[in-house]
């Protein structure tokens, strides 16, 4: 973290806007449940390096879901069990900078529902500067899956998806693959929680059984031997994966 970042976290500076309060730009924010009126959850929140220097600009988003392991109340303490995954809220802790404004919200239960992920794609394009072309969902384990759910629904508000250890068995992707919707799943070999047939049907299904096929066709990694946390390797870019320059890559 340079020494310019460490003193805005030290003073805590925010951005303000109409709507109230926002992360410093190039930090990471918790936002509780029952602070941010209009959410229903806590949630980390993310805005980009010159995000507040560009007032007219609007930036990408992505949404991350978190698994099983971090459920909580959204309280601020709660929400610290998402900083326990090698994923984009910790990599911004640690210093990373992302092009994109991020949310990370925190859920009771991990299944996080269709309407509920749609509430804060909603809100998110009406209280930050979101380019609605470039819209992306990622999750892992118990996120990923209902990441899998809600590009089957809504498909045609997404860029592109990103679920990690999920399973899609058994959702009809056709029409997400009509749409043209962009999808690269990744899977450890050797998971003992969720098979790798959960992300491997999907793909097969969007690639050879749908008619028309996806276009671009459904990408798939698998990991040999390893288990359930397929998320490390690849949001760290350890495995010599650019995911975010894929994500980013595509747009409505």
Request: glycine share 10%; proline share 7%; with cysteine.
């Amino acid at each position: 973290m340079t020494a310019m970042r460490r003193l805005m976290l030290c003073l805590g500076l925010v951005v303000f806007s109409a709507q109230g309060a926002f992360a410093a730009q190039g930090e990471i924010l918790a936002r509780p449940y029952g602070t941010v009126p209009g959410m229903t959850l806590g949630f980390w929140e993310y805005l980009p390096l010159g995000y507040d220097d560009a007032p007219t600009e609007t930036f990408p988003l992505v949404v991350f879901l978190h698994g099983t392991g971090e459920v909580g109340n959204g309280s601020a303490t709660a929400l610290e069990k998402v900083m326990n995954l090698n994923a984009p809220p910790r990599l911004i802790r640690n210093g990373r900078d992302f092009p994109f404004i991020l949310i990370a919200p925190q859920r009771f239960n991990a299944f996080i529902s269709v309407g509920e992920i749609d509430a804060i794609i909603e809100y998110a394009k009406v209280h930050y500067r979101v380019d609605p072309s470039r819209i992306y969902l990622t999750g892992i384990s118990a996120g990923a899956i209902q990441t899998w759910a809600y590009a089957a629904v809504h498909y045609n508000k997404l860029a592109a998806i990103l679920p990690i250890a999920g399973n899609a068995s058994s959702l009809n992707l056709c029409p997400a693959a009509a749409s043209g919707l962009p999808v690269w799943a990744f899977h450890g070999t050797a998971d003992g929680q969720v098979s790798q047939w959960g992300s491997i049907n999907p793909v097969n299904q969007m690639n050879t059984t749908c008619s028309p096929a996806a276009n671009p066709a459904a990408l798939l990694t698998l990991y040999p031997g390893v288990g359930h946390d397929s998320w490390g390797r690849t949001f760290d870019g350890s495995a010599g994966h650019d995911v975010y320059a894929w994500l980013l890559g595509h747009s409505l």
